[in-house]
Nanobody, 121 residues
Framework: QVQLVESGGGLVQSGGSLRLSCAAS????????AAWYRQAPGKQRELVAA???????NYADFVKGRFTISRDNAKNTVYLQLNSLKPEDTAVYYC???????????????WGQGTQVTVSS
């Protein structure tokens, strides 16, 4: 069974940093495009950052210059470095990825279970 397993969330003070990880487990060949989303209480899920298979990254305006998305294709893992965190960054962060299955070479999209990031003022 293929899963995206997230880690790295937690409680941090304003101005602090965290690094989120999203590892694909199961019998897979590779990850194509991937992204991080977040959802704050009472709000819709929103895109934070996305990265292509080749490493090209795009960011939401509200995180530009503070967050960095990256990937390690050998480990089938995607990362999100969060710097200069603000209380308004508090949310559950979700990983998304198009995962290529080794069984049939088909890409299927997957979501992680979410990891809580809480920034105190």
């Amino acid at each position: 069974q293929v899963q995206l397993v997230e880690s790295g969330g937690g409680l941090v003070q304003s101005g602090g940093s965290l690094r989120l990880s999203c590892a694909a487990s199961g019998t897979i060949l590779s990850i194509d495009k991937a992204a991080w989303y977040r959802q704050a209480p009472g709000k819709q899920r929103e895109l934070v950052a996305a990265i292509s298979s080749g490493g090209s990254a795009n960011y939401a305006d509200f995180v530009k210059g503070r967050f960095t998305i990256s990937r390690d294709n050998a480990k089938n893992t995607v990362y999100l470095q969060l710097n200069s965190l603000k209380p308004e960054d508090t949310a559950v962060y979700y990983c998304y990825a198009d995962v290529r299955y080794s069984s049939d070479y088909v890409y299927r999209n997957h979501w992680g279970q979410g990891t809580q990031v809480t920034v105190s003022s």
